[in-house]
């Protein structure tokens, strides 16, 4: 595990090997939980406090780059709302109906849709 704290500008700075102990054993203290809650949490990806400080944050980094990874995978393989696309009027075809735009002569994408309306 690789712990990392907030400081009081919003960034996150390694927490060395010696002091992780410091930083656990406040979080168990602050959030009156078990270590091994605490770590499970810290496994998942999940800030946790271990004071009252509004940037008193720990976090595991392994587990929030596993965690963005994850999220940017998903984000960047969406389930298209038409698998096989969709002819429009303008003649393109989409797949996202985010990506239709409606005009007086029917359904055009967005970079038809100045010409058509």
């Known amino acids: 595990m690789k712990l990392q704290r907030q400081i009081a ?3 996150w700075v390694e927490v060395s090997r ?17 270590l091994e809650e605490v770590c499970r949490k810290l496994h998942l990806g999940k800030p946790l406090s271990y004071d009252s400080d509004w940037y008193a944050n720990l976090r595991d980094v392994e587990a929030v780059n596993a965690l963005q990874q994850q999220q940017e995978a998903k984000r960047r393989s969406p389930d298209r709302d038409y698998p096989t696309g969709r002819r ?6 989409v797949y996202f109906s985010a990506h239709i735009m409606s005009t007086s002569s029917g359904p055009s994408c967005m970079d038809c849709y100045d010409r058509m309306s």
Request: charged fraction near 10%; glycine fraction near 8%.
């Open 9 to 11: 500008n919003g960034n």
């Open 18 to 34: 010696d002091n992780q102990e410091y930083f656990l054993s406040k979080c168990v203290t602050f959030l009156s939980l078990s």
């Open 88 to 93: 429009l009027s303008c003649g393109h075809t």
